[in-house]
């Protein structure tokens, strides 16, 4: 029974590092699923709860600015159509 807890603990820190890769590359749909992962592997990875946590916030962050960006880009295009309006 020992060998199999410790075959899950490697194969959780195999995940750990694929979604750590993840992270890097800005991909944090595949870094949450790869900390999930672990987690269902080892429950008490620490690194794959933090890693987790890390990849929600950070695909909640990106979705954000990506909802925002073109809000914004859209604002300074109708401020410079105004400013040539008033010239």
Known sequence: ?????CGNAAK????????????EKGDFDAAA????????????NAAARTGAEKAKKAGNLDG???SVVPIIDETEKLARQWDELRQ
């Open 1 to 5: 029974m020992l060998a199999a807890g």
């Open 64 to 66: 954000y600015l990506k």
């Open 33 to 44: 699923r790869a900390y999930e992962e672990a987690l269902r592997l080892d429950l008490d």
């Open 12 to 23: 959780a820190r195999e995940a750990v590092a694929r979604g750590d890769a993840a992270m």
